[in-house]
């Protein structure tokens, strides 16, 4: 099964708002409940940033969120920061093959 | 507190078969709705999702690795165990192991990875 869609990269100034886009299927991100995003700081582990598509683990800003519309799942960052320089993920898990698909990543830069 | 650290060679020959291990604290595997899965990241590229264990031994592989993999447990040990055999060049990664909760006390059906080893590379050379 194929990888879901995400940008390469985005851009922003601090302050500013940006969104990243993950696209998937019927069969998994748009099913319910089960995208999940992560971060990654470069040379670092991914860190559970969403889960079941829009909540936020405790200790996590509120800057962060995430919602969903069909089979594209969205992640927003509003008030940039530099320290959210980092890459994106989402990932979703599907039921047809009982396993997940990441996306291809998304290139976070703060101007 | 929650910990995972993987653990294996930093190089293997093409051909050979590469062996991790997950040692994790925090929580145990014995229990009721619990996982561990194992995750991949060549430099410079996305994750991709290999293997994972459930708490009463039920496994499931990645449908493209199915062949080459094999993931085990050591409840006793608080180890979880990724065997791939056949390592080629393209194997080169961050092997990353991660706990994977099927409930958080309350509900059940949760698909997410909520800590992360510190993951290991491994490069595959002759």
């Known amino acids: 099964q194929s990888a879901l869609t995400q940008p390469a990269s985005v851009s922003g100034s601090p302050g500013q708002s940006i969104t990243i886009s993950c696209t998937g299927t019927s069969s998994d991100v748009g099913s319910y409940s089960l995208v999940s995003w992560y971060q990654q700081h470069p040379g670092k582990a991914p860190k559970l940033m969403i889960y079941e598509d829009n909540k936020r683990p405790s200790g996590f800003s509120n800057r962060f969120s995430a919602s969903k519309s069909g089979n594209t799942a969205s992640l927003t960052i509003s008030g940039l920061q530099a320290e959210d320089e980092a890459d994106y993920y989402c990932c979703s898990y599907t039921h047809t093959t009982n396993s997940w698909l990441f996306g291809g990543g998304t290139k976070l830069t703060v101007l | 507190q929650v910990t995972l650290k993987e653990s294996g060679p930093a190089v293997v020959k093409p051909t050979q078969t590469l062996t991790l291990t997950c040692t994790f604290s925090g929580f145990s595997l014995s229990t009721s709705g619990m996982r561990v899965i194992w995750i991949r990241q060549p430099p410079g590229k996305a994750l991709e999702w290999l293997a994972r264990?459930?708490?009463?031994?039920?496994?499931f592989y990645s449908t493209s690795l199915k062949t080459r993999l094999t993931i085990t447990k050591d409840t006793s040990k608080n180890q979880v165990v990724l065997t791939m055999t056949n390592m080629d060049p393209v194997d080169t990664a961050t092997y990353y192991c991660?706990?994977?909760?099927?409930?958080?006390?309350?509900?059940?059906?949760?698909?997410?990875?909520?800590?992360w080893g510190q993951g290991t590379l491994v490069t595959v050379s002759s």
């Open positions: 264990i459930d708490w009463d031994d039920d496994k």
């Open positions: 991660a706990r994977s909760p099927y409930c958080d006390g309350t509900t059940c059906s949760k698909y997410y990875f909520d800590y």
